[in-house]
């Protein structure tokens, strides 16, 4: 990923930061961009890397953060959409979900991602090529009805991903984009759910974890490293010829719903 120039939402923790860290090793320019802006610009102090404090439903924000990046790096090669929120422990069925939980998860993560992408697509068509890999999830390809808004929202992505993809190769764009597709990772955000869902069903914790492993068919929960050695592919040139598709990093879960 030499000469890419990659700015990384959501990247002071979790997911975010195993692509960080896996794109500064290839090579790349990377620029993590987040809310939480201590622990976001000590990630970024540790990988020399640079930091934007942003909020991915901030559309006046966006447009500075490209602007920033492309004034002290150039333009845009790389987006991942990464910045999101995670599904709640209790169950939320089509009937018991509310409309604020809803708007909430659909601003951030939907509404997110279409600024992400609207935003760095001119950057990316002055630098004469770009790759968005946009982070679904297991769950916009099997039914979620005990997480519905959050199944809802990243099924979106994904159609909105193939949307861009086209958009931008009928165009004649030389501007590629993709979807990852992670099952359960073992991250931060992760572990706090599996501790909600032991709360709230009054098990232990090790219960929980037990109850969502056996959803797992390799019997294993996924890492970081997973997910960025998938980025790492969707943002580097060897993937030139791929754009509207999607990577599962799952463990087989898809295959038995």
């Given at each position: 990923?030499?000469?890419?120039?990659?700015?990384?939402?959501?990247?002071?923790?979790?997911?975010?930061?195993?692509?960080?860290?896996?794109?500064?090793?290839?090579?790349?320019?990377?620029?993590?961009?987040?809310?939480?802006?201590?622990?976001?610009?000590?990630?970024?102090?540790?990988?020399?890397?640079?930091?934007?404090?942003?909020?991915?439903?901030?559309?006046?924000?966006?447009?500075?953060?490209?602007?920033?990046?492309?004034?002290?790096?150039?333009?845009?090669?790389?987006?991942?959409?990464?910045?999101?929120?995670?599904?709640?422990?209790?169950?939320?069925?089509?009937?018991?979900?509310?409309?604020?939980?809803?708007?909430?998860?659909?601003?951030?993560?939907?509404?997110?991602?279409?600024?992400?992408c609207r935003s760095v697509i001119p950057s990316?068509?002055?630098?004469?090529?770009?790759?968005?890999?946009?982070?679904?999830?297991?769950?916009?390809?099997?039914?979620?009805?005990?997480?519905?808004?959050?199944?809802?929202?990243?099924?979106?992505?994904?159609?909105?991903?193939?949307?861009?993809?086209?958009?931008?190769?009928?165009?004649?764009?030389?501007?590629?984009?993709?979807?990852?597709?992670?099952?359960?990772?073992?991250?931060?955000?992760?572990?706090?759910?599996?501790?909600?869902?032991?709360?709230?069903?009054?098990?232990?914790?090790?219960?929980?974890?037990?109850?969502?492993?056996?959803?797992?068919?390799?019997?294993?929960?996924?890492?970081?490293?997973?997910?960025?050695?998938?980025?790492?592919?969707?943002?580097?040139?060897?993937s030139a010829h791929m754009t509207g598709q999607?990577?599962?990093?799952?463990?087989?879960?898809?295959?038995?719903?």
């Open positions: 990923m030499h000469g890419e120039v990659c700015l990384v939402t959501g990247g002071a923790m979790g997911l975010g930061e195993a692509i960080a860290r896996a794109f500064v090793v290839e090579g790349g320019r990377v620029i993590i961009a987040d809310r939480e802006t201590e622990k976001g610009r000590e990630v970024a102090d540790s990988l020399d890397a640079g930091f934007s404090e942003l909020d991915v439903t901030d559309e006046n924000r966006w447009q500075d953060v490209v602007a920033e990046i492309e004034a002290q790096e150039g333009p845009i090669t790389v987006l991942v959409n990464n910045a999101g929120i995670g599904a709640p422990a209790e169950q939320e069925s089509p009937e018991n979900t509310t409309l604020d939980h809803w708007r909430t998860v659909f601003q951030i993560n939907v509404e997110g991602t279409f600024l992400g990316m068509r002055r630098a004469g090529r770009g790759s968005i890999i946009n982070m679904s999830s297991i769950a916009a390809l099997v039914p979620t009805p005990f997480i519905t808004a959050y199944g809802a929202s990243k099924a979106a992505v994904y159609q909105f991903s193939r949307s861009v993809a086209l958009h931008c190769a009928m165009n004649g764009d030389p501007i590629r984009c993709n979807t990852i597709h992670p099952g359960q990772i073992r991250t931060p955000m992760h572990d706090d759910l599996i501790e909600r869902t032991a709360r709230f069903n009054s098990i232990p914790i090790k219960d929980a974890e037990d109850a969502f492993l056996a959803r797992i068919p390799t019997g294993n929960f996924g890492t970081p490293a997973d997910i960025a050695a998938a980025a790492v592919y969707l943002g580097s040139r060897e999607r990577i599962v990093v799952d463990g087989g879960m898809e295959l038995t719903n």
